[in-house]
């Protein structure tokens, strides 16, 4: 038995589009789940990200590439049979059925006896806290309570590997975030792997074990969320993943000097080739100099007050601009800057990380 | 005048012609039926002002015991054209389900045409349309014709005045009827709620039987409903396609109103069509209400 639930081997699927080309939505992705995985696949849509899930249900075809479910090829696999369930987006509860009913849909379908079947409902949905609303109607729950049916309702035949299709995007902000753990510690009591579609990068980085950023139907990086987040392998993924100010420049010695002049410091490995790209987190600025650190000086647009941090929008004197969050605490220093409207931010070499520029030709 | 009484005082008025009409023209011959219905026929038409109830026994064979015997005559009438009716609304519905389903399916603009060609029947004569059922039914009409000179006949069929053709007119009259309930219903299914039964092991048949049949039932009874009534109650194509004889419900009570001159026995035939009618109307929406209304319906 091999280590991967799930393996893709060069998927690909184009779609045509009215005005007469093909857009693809799958580039020849290569991808592994692990057993017990929480892999999120991050990205805009129209990136591919539903297609892939759709591939690995079985929705959609490929027109190159294979797909193997716990070993075996389902490529050509009908969604109903493939040992995969799924959590949709707009939840997809049957109306004319109870919530038991649509709970137990999987095994009724499969044949299990009645006496069972009540059984393991009762049990799915006390797992989902909704414990003895088996003859309620899907429409007399709240948004809330039909995530966790149709969530209940994908797990109870225990499938090899549950996929979730945005499944938090309709929730109010403090349901998602509860939801959020729920779903992480769900999927550690049940010991199966979830491939987790989203394009809320917070989702991805706090639920998941990996996460494969996608564009334009490919994998721009897998990795687990911090390395996503704090060594991204493009300027795509330093972007799409969290806030970054970024400087695109040529690479001397430890420092990347732009074309506006700025020089910036790193002490991370080189990239191979010169052209390459300093990414510093807003976050990474601040306002007192520890040692001797670098710093750029900025001067400042607005003062965003939101809560744990400010804001700092600013630019510099030949006019990029730059993002910096500080902490509250600093308060004494926002003053001084808002009356001078100028601030010197510094930054730690150390964390300064470098992406290669990708050669002009892709 | 408050603005509550004044939005009284319109709607009473805009609601005034309309009421005045169906009371003038509906709630009163109605009643006038059902009083007819209990009183004696007289002898050269019309009616004598005496409670009878034979009316209705008659209707299930039991009449006046002083001249008729038992005789379940118009029973048989009548369960024929329940029987009919009921036809009738089988073969609008194997036609229009599948059909219902295709032209969903098609793009926007098509499915605006197809909606078009279905409404396409109404702007010509009823009449003129089941004529040409005649054309192609009766012995040497086209479709015998074609048989004969293809020789795999060798004596035209007796297709013309039977059952057959009267479920066949039927049936041409009543598609659109089936078809734009069930179109509604099926162009509002979620198909989502398909993917989701795949999803979780259900085959295309138990998909069907459990999630897609289901969730259209509601405009397949609503289609039912509106091709079952008119057809039971229907004498038009019964006289073009079923001959000259009394074929259905609907012939019997226009004989009795016309030829017969027995207007109290038309009245109780048309009073019990009527009753029919409204059980089974009632027994849909006590069941409808158990199961949860449904909005497409709007009963």
């Known amino acids: 038995m091999s280590d991967q639930i799930v393996t893709l081997e060069n998927a690909t699927r184009s779609f045509p589009v009215p005005e007469g080309h093909r857009i693809y939505a799958l580039r020849g992705i290569d991808l592994e789940v692990s057993r017990n995985e929480f892999l999120t696949l991050l990205g805009p849509s129209g990136c591919g990200k539903t297609t892939l899930l759709q591939a690995i249900s079985g929705f959609i075809d490929l027109e190159k590439g294979r797909i193997l479910i716990d070993g075996k090829d389902v490529t050509d696999v009908p969604p109903h049979r493939r040992p995969v369930n799924t959590v949709f987006q707009n939840y997809a509860l049957f109306p004319h059925m109870s919530v038991g009913d649509n709970t137990g849909y999987a095994l009724e379908i499969a044949g299990v006896p009645s006496a069972e079947r009540r059984k393991r409902v009762a049990e799915a949905l006390e797992m989902v806290g909704l414990k003895g609303l088996e003859n309620r109607r899907p429409r007399q729950l709240s948004g809330g309570q039909q995530q966790r049916v149709a969530l209940a309702r994908a797990i109870i035949a225990r499938p090899k590997l549950l996929l979730l299709d945005e499944p938090l995007s309709a929730l109010d902000k403090n349901l998602r975030e509860a939801m959020r753990i729920e779903l ?84 991370r490995p080189a990239a191979t080739n010169a052209a390459v790209t300093a990414l510093i987190r807003p976050e990474q600025f601040s306002l007192v100099a520890a040692n001797d650190q670098p710093s750029l000086d900025i001067d400042v647009d607005q003062v965003v007050f939101v809560g744990s941090s400010f804001e700092l929008l600013g630019h510099t004197a030949g006019g990029r601009k730059l993002t910096a969050m500080v902490p509250a605490s600093g308060r004494q220093q926002i003053g001084a800057i808002e009356a001078s409207r100028k601030a010197r931010l510094y930054y730690d070499p150390a964390s300064v990380h470098l992406i290669a520029t990708p050669e002009a030709a892709e | 005048m408050s603005a509550r009484s004044r939005q009284r005082l319109e709607l009473g008025v805009l609601l005034t012609p309309a009421t005045l009409f169906l009371i003038a023209f509906f709630v009163v011959p109605l009643v006038i039926m059902m009083v007819m219905s209990f009183l004696m026929p007289g002898l050269y038409g019309g009616a004598e002002w005496e409670f009878y109830p034979h009316n209705f026994g008659r209707i299930l064979g039991f009449a006046d015991p002083m001249f008729e015997e038992f005789d379940p005559v118009y029973l048989a009438i009548f369960w024929r054209s329940v029987r009919i009716a009921a036809l009738t609304v089988l073969c609008t519905f194997l036609v229009c389900y599948p059909a219902a389903f295709q032209v969903a399916r098609l793009p926007e603009r098509w ?34 014709e074609v048989l004969l000179d293809l020789h795999l006949i060798d004596r035209p069929l007796d297709m013309i005045y ?96 016309l030829a017969a001159r027995n207007w109290p026995f038309g009245s109780a035939l048309a009073m019990l069509v009527m009753a029919a009618m409204l059980v089974a109307l009632f027994i849909y929406v006590l069941t409808e209400g158990r199961r949860g209304s449904d909005p497409a319906l709007g009963l």
């Not at chain 2, 396409?120 to 015998?144: A, M």
């Open chain 1, 184 to 267: 992480k510690t769900l999927q550690h009591e049940l010991g199966i792997s979830f491939v987790f579609v989203t394009h809320d990068q917070e989702e991805a980085l706090t639920m998941s074990d990996r996460v494969a950023v996608l564009n334009a139907g490919q994998i721009q990086q897998l990795g687990t969320p911090r390395a996503v987040y704090d060594e991204p392998a493009t300027t795509f993924v330093a972007t799409f993943v969290g806030a970054s100010n970024l400087f695109e420049g040529s690479r001397d010695g430890n420092r990347v000097i732009t074309q506006d002049g700025i020089a910036i410091q790193s002490n």
């Open chain 2, 162 to 257: 039977t059952d057959g053709a009267i479920i066949v007119g039927m049936v041409y009259i009543y598609v659109p009827f089936m078809f734009l309930p069930i179109y509604a219903s099926v162009e509002k299914l979620d198909w989502a709620l398909v993917r989701a039964s795949q999803d979780l092991g259900a085959g295309p048949v138990r998909t069907f039987l459990r999630v897609i049949f289901p969730l259209t039932l509601p405009g397949v009874i609503g289609g039912a409903i509106i091709v079952f009534i008119p057809a039971l109650g229907n004498f038009v194509v019964p006289e073009v396609l079923g001959g000259a004889k009394v074929l259905m419900l609907g012939n019997l009570i226009e004989q009795q109103f």
């Open chain 2, 111 to 144: 499915k605006n045409f197809c909606l078009f060609l279905i409404a396409l029947p109404f702007f010509t004569s009823l009449i003129v349309r089941l004529f040409v059922w005649v054309l192609l039914l009766r012995q040497t009409g086209l479709i015998n």
